[in-house]
């Protein structure tokens, strides 16, 4: 259905308020790492709480995204995305009145809720405010621009925050900006729905958010029972079969929240496990640095922040290379040079100790920005390759759900591998713990060029039209 008649439409408003929202959840997703620290001094809370502080949010958009996405074709997409806004917005408060650290995990997870209906309702506002093909093209660019830009810039404006301000700063700000998109939303954004609308899975939507939880519980909490012990193997194992029971639900629902057939394609397979390994990376690598430079270097938080400006750079310098790349060479090239800047920048840190000189992190930080700017573009182009055209948009949408499972293990993975230091708390020991990770994320960037070659040879491009065709043919 085509957005009311009724409505003056102003594209550019419209445009300029759903980039508005996504400023205000992708930031969030890396802000809250430079405040860690100051979270940790002032409400005392333990290494895998901090963890969660992170996770609680990505938990969230990451089991409810795909829903949401049904949820406001059938119900409205501007009704869905004030909902969205205004969750977040009263979770921001919350995490600013926090005044223990569970309240704030707590808080997290209301502001995760409000965070994944904004994203593709936002996306699903755009395509249909902007029909001609050229203009929504150049849309969505201006839209994928400012998320690398808020994912990039989240460290550095929390540092700015907790250097003038505080800690609770940072989920302040949210409130008076997320008031002002409620203000445009309400007077310029127009209804629509989605036609037909799928059906809603909730067996399919509960087991993924058993899954996700529980495999993360698994990870962050090992540290404090031992990976051994019966609650981490009970964690671990009722994950698994979750994951068991999700996709012997997805085969045999009539409406599945992910049709399996998609993964038959070597491309979309390809490019969803690139998605989970390279976000992976990129948040278990702001994570534990951004500890590193404050409770081991002893950075202040503003200081710690302007660190991860080479990040910022690489990842804004690289984003728009990659997608010239991705339209005129394919997928295999920046997928290549991803995995080369986030090998070298792995490399780098496996010899990380308290005296590493600053020169050679921030080369560092520099190349991982520029490995996850190149990722981004090749990443969509690849789940999207082949598709029929009204299944691009779900191909699309699981491509960005698996981005936010990746930033979740990330976190919880990261985390369980390098916390045997922080027990005591020893953060001089810190360093050392973090080597196996990075030899971790060598891995995991080799992975992605191995998947990157796979993924975009001749027979995978078979598979995928294999996979059209038989979705074309229902």
């Known amino acids: 259905m085509a957005a009311n008649s009724s409505t003056t439409i102003h594209p550019r408003v419209v445009l300029g308020t759903c980039c508005l929202s996504l400023l205000l959840v992708m930031m969030d997703v890396t802000v809250v790492n430079v405040v860690l620290p100051s979270i940790h001094a002032q409400l005392h809370g333990s290494f895998s709480t901090l963890q969660w502080v992170v996770d609680a949010y990505t938990l969230m958009v990451a089991s409810l995204m795909l829903l949401v996405g049904s949820l406001a074709d059938r119900f409205g997409r501007r009704r869905m995305f004030l909902l969205g806004i205004g969750l977040f917005c009263g979770g921001s408060a919350l995490c600013g009145l926090a005044r223990s650290v569970e309240m704030l995990v707590l808080a997290r997870a209301v502001q995760g809720i409000g965070g994944s209906m904004l994203n593709p309702v936002a996306l699903s506002i755009l395509t249909n405010v902007y029909v001609e093909p050229r203009a929504r093209a150049q849309a969505i660019g201006i839209w994928g621009a ?7 810039l989240g460290p550095v404006v929390g540092g700015v925050l907790v250097h003038w301000v505080g800690w609770q700063a940072v989920f302040w700000v949210n409130v008076p900006i997320g008031l002002v998109a409620i203000m445009l939303t309400l007077r310029f954004v127009p209804e629509s729905r989605g036609g037909a609308g799928r059906g809603i899975d909730a067996p399919g939507q509960l087991l993924a958010i058993v899954a996700l939880a529980m495999v993360t519980s698994g990870l962050i909490e090992a540290h404090n029972y031992g990976w051994a012990s019966p609650t981490i193997s009970g964690f671990l194992g009722f994950g698994l079969l979750s994951i068991v029971a999700f996709v ?29 390994l390279a976000f992976a990376i990129f948040s278990a690598f702001l994570f534990l640095n951004t500890l590193y430079l404050q409770d081991v270097r002893g950075l202040p938080a503003l200081q710690a922040g302007l660190c991860t400006l080479p990040f910022a750079f690489g990842s804004m310098l690289c984003a728009p290379l990659s997608g010239r790349l991705t339209g ?15 090998v070298v920048s792995a490399i780098v840190l496996t010899g990380l100790d308290v005296t590493t000189p600053l020169g050679a992190l921030l080369v560092s930080y520099g190349l991982c920005g520029c490995g996850f700017g190149m990722c981004n573009a090749p990443i969509t182009n690849s789940a999207i390759a082949g598709m029929p055209r009204a299944q691009a948009g779900v191909a699309a949408a699981i491509a960005s759900t698996s981005r936010q499972v990746g930033a979740l293990l990330g976190i919880a993975l990261g985390g369980a591998l390098s916390a045997g230091s922080t027990g005591g708390v020893r953060w001089a020991d810190f360093p050392q713990a973090t080597h196996v990770v990075w030899w971790c994320m060598i891995g995991a960037a080799l992975g992605i060029a191995a998947l990157g070659v796979v993924s975009t040879g001749i027979r995978a491009r078979k598979t995928a039209q294999d996979v059209a065709a038989l979705l074309d043919s229902r």
């Open 146 to 152: 400012t998320s690398g830009v808020a994912l990039a």
């Open 248 to 276: 012997l639900v997805e085969q045999r629902a009539a409406a599945p929240l992910i049709d399996l057939r998609f993964f038959r394609a070597w491309p979309f397979s390809g490019a969803i496990v690139i998605a989970v």
């Open 328 to 342: 005129r060479y394919g997928a295999r090239l920046p997928l290549l040079l991803s995995a080369a800047g986030f």
